[in-house]
């Protein structure tokens, strides 16, 4: 794989050894994180093909690392296979945490959560500024702190405002003064679910009919 600072990627590549056609349905990754492409559908009989794989690393943190990607496939029943994409994150980078925001709203309070940026390296990032183009999202930039080791932690945080019933999806996007990383988007998901009813204090009594 071509590993980076701001994302990884690798290319797959696959040779149709059937006598029949092979159709691709869908790649499905292991994490939301992963950015699949595969720009053909259909091959032949002996025909070769590939598919790219890219990953935001800025999301992750150090270490080794393990994903997969299932192919669906037709050729003609359906079929799948697993393929496995392993690669070694740096010690000095950039990672946000959480990889995504999601709130689980019940009534009309706001919710609130703290977003974590975290550079390991020797000339950390500034974040200049936040953005949501979602009406219900509210983000500010908090402290910035430094450990003993140098590493650098910068908190974002984010509001969202009591929205209508299903779910609702934005970006949070952190913009910065390294051109390693311009922007860093954070995906932010919003299940509003209906009041929960039925439910009793814990000293109250059950109704009895007359």
């Known amino acids: 794989p071509d590993t980076r600072l701001s994302h990884a990627s690798a ?9 029949r056609p092979v159709r691709i349905t869908s790649l499905l990754p292991s994490c939301g994180c992963l950015k699949p492409r595969l720009d053909k559908k259909d091959y032949a009989p002996g025909e070769e093909g590939e598919f790219t794989l890219r990953v935001a690393t800025a999301g992750e943190r150090p270490g080794p690392r393990e994903y997969t ?9 359906p079929q799948s296979a697993t393929l496995i994409f392993r690669m070694e994150l740096p010690e000095r980078q950039v990672y946000v945490s959480p990889r995504a925001l999601l709130f689980y709203q ?3 309070e ?11 390296r020797a000339k950390p990032l500034t974040i200049t500024g936040v953005e949501c183009k979602a009406g219900y ?6 402290e910035t702190q430094r450990d003993a080791t140098g590493v650098q932690t910068t908190a ?14 934005a970006v949070v996007k952190l913009f910065t003064n390294d051109p390693k990383f311009p922007v860093l988007s954070v995906p932010l998901q919003v299940h509003r679910q209906p009041p929960l009813s039925g ?10 009919a007359n």
């Open 11 to 19: 290319r797959f590549s696959f040779t149709n050894h059937g006598d």
């Open 69 to 77: 990607i299932t192919v669906h496939y037709l050729d003609p029943e």
């Open 106 to 108: 019940f009534g009309s």
């Open 110 to 120: 706001p919710t609130a959560q703290t977003l974590r940026v975290t550079d390991n």
């Open 137 to 142: 999202v509210t983000a500010r930039l908090g």
């Open 156 to 169: 974002v945080h984010v509001a969202v405002s009591a929205v209508e019933l299903g779910s609702h999806q």
């Open 199 to 208: 439910l009793r204090g814990a000293n109250a009594k059950p109704s009895t």
